[in-house]
């Protein structure tokens, strides 16, 4: 058997001088890498909306934490921070139907964006997830994030950073 490496538990020194690591420490490893978040049946919290480059996209203190988006297989439901809102999704991948945690593109149809009883920066971010909200995305992550972008050819195209 090996010695102990003194302060490093769960490792040992085989016989022939090499680490041996043992089930806890590849557990521990495991650990260490997260899988990101499903697409569907997670609650993303909306964090930035962009516009352009020239506006600000975090959402206001007052409405950090209560914009949220969740995605169905099929539906869309969430609040803009002023007023709820539901509609209907289509996932793609290359144009191709598929399950939402294979997609890289949504498509959101039939939305329905209750009117909104807000002002100021809050009725802002609001206005502009409702112009947004109807239409293509490309999908993409960014470490846990969700990153929605405009279809377009447009270098900044608006998008939505959602994080679960």
């Not at 909306?49 to 996209?57: L, R």
Request: with cysteine.
């Amino acid at each position: 058997m090996g010695a102990q490496l003194p302060g490093v538990p769960a490792m040992t020194v085989c016989r022939t001088g090499f680490l041996c690591c043992t089930v806890a420490f590849t557990t521990a490893l495991a650990g260490c890498s997260a899988a990101q978040p499903e697409v569907i049946n997670s609650t993303w919290q909306i964090t930035n909306v962009y516009t352009n480059p020239e506006t600000p996209s975090g959402l206001p203190d007052s409405v950090a934490g209560t914009a949220t988006m969740v995605f169905g297989d099929s539906t869309v439901a969430g609040f803009t921070g002023c007023a709820p809102f539901q509609g209907r999704v289509s996932f793609t991948k290359d144009g191709a139907a598929v399950k939402p945690s294979e997609a890289n593109h949504v498509e959101f149809h039939d939305m329905e964006i209750h009117e909104a009883d807000c002002t100021g920066k809050e009725r802002f971010f609001h206005d502009a997830l409702a112009d947004m909200l109807h239409g293509g995305f490309s999908m993409s992550r960014d470490g846990e994030d969700l990153i929605l972008t405009t279809d377009g050819e447009d270098v900044d195209r608006p998008g939505i950073r959602l994080v679960d």
